[in-house]
């Protein structure tokens, strides 16, 4: 029973930090386009 908490704990932070980090890169990559685009 412990070990099944603990293994959906774990998949809920993978999924977690996985949304986070595709925002991440969403975002920083938009700042980087808009940048290039500002310079052209």
Do not use: C, P, R
């Not at 603990?6 to 920083?28: H, P, Q, R, S």
């Amino acid at each position: 029973m412990k070990s099944k908490n603990e293994k959906t704990t774990k998949d809920t932070y993978l999924a977690v930090g996985a949304g986070i980090g595709l925002v991440f890169e969403i975002t920083i990559g938009t700042a980087i386009d808009s940048n290039k685009t500002k310079k052209e």
